[in-house]
């Protein structure tokens, strides 16, 4: 099996429950189609940091990108061992970030319930999002207003502080652009006399009514009162209810996969290879779970098609789908009274075993540096990127 295919089934492994590689690659059906659909659709604008995020995935494991060599002292094998693109548009690499970037959180988070809330907007709201992204911190400034001013509520004097992690979601299960917020919150907080108080209810209601309110005057301030009022009017006519939130408990020792799972799109793409079921060279088959009546609906679009709805997911360069708040962005006066749910030193010991050797020792019981001889592969030396210049 190939470094990269390990990476792919550690990914299957993790998340789905598979120990199959999946059959179908996302690079496969970009390595097929990319130019002829930058050739055939001209006229679709294309931002820069897509065509960097796509051809470094596309060259992903490429000998062309530098790599390190094993050799073995005893019967002279060697192992190439490519490197990786480290590109956000990747399922190998994406695979590793959300692994690593699991472990970062988990680490942070006070071991105590958390509850995952999860913040989505307008349906007429969603392609002003789309064509200027930078309002897209205007969803994130919108939900820490709407949980920190709550939270100050209860006891001016106290101003209750929690801990939360929010995270961009920027598609549907569908992978039409539909951008949300999801929030993993703690079930207690830290006031300026009160080291913890427990905090097990969430009004629904007041959340749902407050972060309408809130981005919309957001959005109001930024886009200009003239230019957003007749849509603002509308929409506080077709959704005097509020915007959607839905916030279930979590359940104490589900905290690390529900870190997971909020998390697992920000460093890779909108869909994972494993719901992929058919390519032929042309089409795409791949199924969801419908959120309303988690119906399992199926689809086949053109590769065209399919590449569409997966790159406008791709980040702005820079750009932090991944935000701290609270407790969990720096350091309170009662930081040191808390447990958290890694201790230190177990902590320093888990991100040693993040490189890729241990990682595959980990999942499948295997050591890839094992040589056929019965010894063991050493590093050897490393082979640089070969840049291109004619």
């Avoid at 055939?40 to 390190?68: Q, T, W, Y």
């Avoid at 697992?264 to 992929?276: E, L, T, V």
């Avoid at 390519?279 to 679009?301: L, Q, S």
Wanted: net charge positive; hydrophobic share 35%; proline share 4%.
């Amino acid at each position: 099996m190939k470094f990269l295919d390990y990476l792919d089934e550690v990914d299957n492994h993790t998340f789905h429950h598979n120990n199959n590689t999946s059959k179908f690659k996302i690079k496969d059906i970009f390595n097929d189609h990319w130019f002829s659909f930058l050739h055939d659709n001209p006229d679709i604008h294309i931002r820069p940091i897509v065509h960097k995020e796509v051809e470094k995935m596309m060259g992903c494991g490429s000998l062309s990108n530098g790599f390190a060599v094993y050799s073995c002292d005893n019967c002279k094998n060697y192992l190439y061992v490519p490197f990786t693109c480290k590109s956000r548009f990747c399922p190998s690499c994406g695979v590793k970030y959300t692994l690593d970037r699991a472990e970062t959180i988990s680490a942070k988070c006070i071991n105590c319930p958390h509850r995952h809330i999860t913040f989505t907007i307008h349906q007429d709201l969603r392609n002003i999002f789309r064509f200027d992204r930078s309002l897209l911190n205007l969803l994130f400034d919108a939900v820490s207003s709407t949980i920190l001013s709550w939270f100050y509520e209860q006891n001016h004097k106290e101003n209750y502080t929690p801990g939360f992690i929010s995270t961009l979601h920027t598609f549907g299960r569908d992978l039409k652009w539909n951008p949300h917020i999801h929030v993993l919150i703690t079930e207690g907080a830290s006031g300026n006399f009160t080291p913890w108080k427990k905090f097990e209810c969430f009004p629904f209601i007041m959340l749902r009514h407050r972060f309408q309110t809130t981005l919309l005057s957001l959005l109001e301030k930024n886009i200009g009162k003239h230019k957003f009022k007749a849509l603002k009017n509308n929409i506080y006519k077709t959704s005097s209810n509020g915007f959607y939130v839905h916030a279930p408990k979590v359940r104490s020792r589900d905290i690390k996969s529900t870190v997971k799972y909020v998390i697992r799109y920000a460093g890779r793409p909108a869909m994972a290879q494993s719901r992929i079921s058919d390519y032929d060279g042309e089409y795409v088959t791949f199924w969801y779970d419908r959120h309303e009546d988690n119906k399992r609906v199926i689809e086949k679009v053109h590769a065209y098609e399919f590449i569409k709805r997966l790159i406008i997911h791709i980040s702005d360069e820079y750009f932090n789908v991944v935000r701290y708040y609270g407790l969990y962005a720096k350091k309170h006066k009662f930081s040191d009274k808390f447990n958290y749910m890694l201790k230190p030193h177990v902590a320093k010991f888990r991100k040693q075993l993040q490189n890729w050797r241990c990682r595959i020792e980990l999942y499948f019981k295997q050591n890839p540096l094992a040589c056929s001889c019965g010894h063991t592969l050493h590093f050897d030396y490393i082979s640089p990127k070969v840049y291109n210049t004619s």
